[in-house]
């Protein structure tokens, strides 16, 4: 439990409020973003998100109040960052963030150190939008249907589904009072789940073609290129559960897919299914996030980052 007394002051204090999130936005990222904008609005604040790039289209109906927004009206009273522990993760907009008197953190990711004035951070938390409800609750702040399902979509989409190794009772307990605001579940699930764009399936198939296999098969790489995505006509955004098929193959404890970026850049996603430390691998390559969730950026090509990769992955599932 949290003692949110500073955050709710400044929040009080407050009329312009920006929040901030991590770019290559998921559902944790997104949901938590929105309930907590829907919330505050509906306290009489001036409330928008700011976005350096797109939200993925699979979480575009959360926004239904022209939440999102590119360009700051105005310099924050106060700035909010959501599920983002790190002003590297809002480069773009890190100078907008800090203008402000005031600047805030609620995050679950593992940090090294502070870039908040104000902070609530717990690596404990199965998502930041548990955080975010935690916070609304202590405020007494309207919730309406629309953030409750925000919220749901939040802390479902980070736990896997309430399958992986953050799923907490915490969780359960969270998505119980959700359904007491009349969220529609099936709705949601539909939406995240349930319809997935064919060149993104065909991403995923070639994800698991591509894989290769190594410490005795209890780890996993593949790879994406910008070619790809072109021959597939698919968008970046529809990589994002590549890893989830790598992690699933029968005997892989620890995998990491690697996707290259439109400048070149090489992004790795990694993920473990029950003891390997993915956030210590990260950490080598000046990454991070959680244990069994993490991730790394490479200046270099794809065939020197899987270089550097792969040992540092089979030795975390080493015995």
């Not at 290769?212 to 698919?234: H, I, M, P, Y």
Request: glycine share 6%; aromatic share 8%; charged share 25%.
């Amino acid at each position: 439990m949290q003692n949110w007394n500073d955050i709710q002051k400044a929040i009080a204090k407050a009329q312009k409020i920006l929040i901030f999130t991590h770019v290559n936005m998921d559902g944790d990222a997104a949901g938590s973003s929105c309930a907590l904008c829907r919330s505050l609005r509906a306290m009489g604040k001036d409330c928008f998100i700011l976005l350096e790039d797109d939200c993925p289209r699979y979480l575009q109906f959360l926004d239904d109040r022209g939440m999102f927004i590119k360009q700051a009206p105005w310099t924050p009273d106060l700035s909010i960052a959501v599920d983002c522990g790190d002003d590297s993760r809002i480069e773009k907009r890190k100078d907008v963030f800090h203008a402000a008197p005031v600047t805030m953190c609620i995050d679950h990711h593992m940090k090294s150190g502070p870039f908040a004035q104000l902070e609530a951070i717990d690596p404990a938390a199965p998502a930041a939008g548990s955080l975010v409800f935690e916070l609304l609750q202590a405020m007494n702040a309207p919730i309406d249907k629309d953030a409750a399902e925000a919220l749901y979509v939040a802390i479902a989409t980070d736990t896997g589904s309430f399958k992986h190794g953050n799923t907490t009772a915490e969780a359960h307990l969270d998505a119980a009072k959700l359904y007491g605001y009349g969220i529609d579940a099936v709705k949601l699930n539909n939406f995240v789940y349930g319809s997935y764009p064919l060149p993104q399936l065909k991403l995923e198939a070639m994800a698991v073609e591509r894989v290769q296999l190594f410490a005795n098969g209890k780890a996993a790489v593949s790879w994406c290129t910008q070619e790809d995505l072109k021959r597939f006509g698919a968008l970046d955004e529809h990589t994002e559960c590549c890893i989830d098929r790598i992690r699933s193959i029968e005997g892989v404890e620890a995998a990491a897919f690697l996707k290259e970026k439109a400048d070149g850049r090489i992004k790795v996603s990694l993920r473990s299914k029950s003891y390997a430390d993915v956030n210590a691998v990260a950490r080598q390559f000046d990454g991070g996030g959680h244990l069994r969730a993490s991730g790394c950026t490479f200046y270099c090509s794809i065939e020197e980052a899987l270089e550097q990769i792969r040992p540092a992955l089979e030795a975390s599932v080493a015995p």
